[in-house]
């Protein structure tokens, strides 16, 4: 089982769409998680931390389920710059230390 | 701004003839990293130093060396470039003094062996 396990995609969307992203991470330890940002040919930013209640940014809302050790992102109100990798990120052990990427979710909208 | 700096921006290389790659960061984090990201694959990390600890990854190859002369710059030296070498490299830096760490991505060299 890979570390870090996301829907490839390409999620073609029309503006205005809301979209969903989710990640399964294998590691139990991990306490910090992350959504990073990356376009094409461009550096990974991040988007937002996630926290055990979930939390949101204007139109961004993470979720975590430490049960199910799964992550999820939702996007509302897609605008076309919102068009990217999305790139869901765990620690490997504890809320510190080395990051583990998955390869990443293709977001695509279209007017 | 604070930031992180990777020079060249792309850099291209012969088989077997020796490149470095460098970062440098004004942001004063403790902590520097390598990553390889080639394309449609996430970024795989190489190694880091933690202030002057060179912790490296298991599978990254002995080809791969870096050095860290000062809190701000970190280097990566690849030996001996081979075709499949041919990636972006990226430079992050964090500051572990936070219980929350959060790294920062440099705009990373976009390497290609001929």
């Known amino acids: 089982r890979k570390e870090v396990e996301q829907d490839p995609g390409p999620f073609n969307v029309p503006e205005g769409a809301t979209v969903a992203f989710n990640c399964t991470y294998s590691n139990s330890a991990s306490q910090s998680f992350f959504w990073y940002r990356q376009d094409c040919r461009k550096e990974p930013k991040l988007l937002m931390s996630v926290y055990s209640s979930g939390n949101e940014d204007g139109r961004f809302t993470a979720q975590l389920n430490r049960a199910s050790q799964y992550i999820s992102l939702l996007i509302r109100d897609s605008k076309l710059s919102d068009s990217a990798t999305y790139l869901c990120v765990v620690t490997r052990g504890g809320s510190q230390g080395n990051l583990i990427f998955g390869k990443g979710t293709k977001l695509s909208v279209k007017p | 701004d604070a930031m992180v700096i990777q020079n060249p921006r792309y850099q291209v290389t012969q088989f077997g003839k020796p490149v470095t790659l460098s970062c440098s960061q004004t942001l004063n984090h403790n902590v520097m990293y390598w990553y390889q990201q080639k394309s449609s694959q996430a970024p795989k990390l190489l190694f880091h130093?933690?202030?002057?600890?060179?912790?490296n990854e298991a599978d990254t190859p002995d080809n791969f060396q870096s050095r860290r002369p000062n809190t701000s710059f970190c280097f990566l030296d690849i030996r001996s470039p081979g075709l499949g070498d041919a990636a972006m490299y990226l430079c992050?830096?964090?500051?572990?003094?936070?219980?929350?760490?959060?790294?920062?991505f440099g705009p990373g060299t976009r390497l290609l062996v001929l």
């Open positions: 992050a830096t964090s500051s572990r003094r936070t219980s929350r760490e959060t790294q920062y």
């Open positions: 130093y933690y202030d002057k600890d060179f912790n």
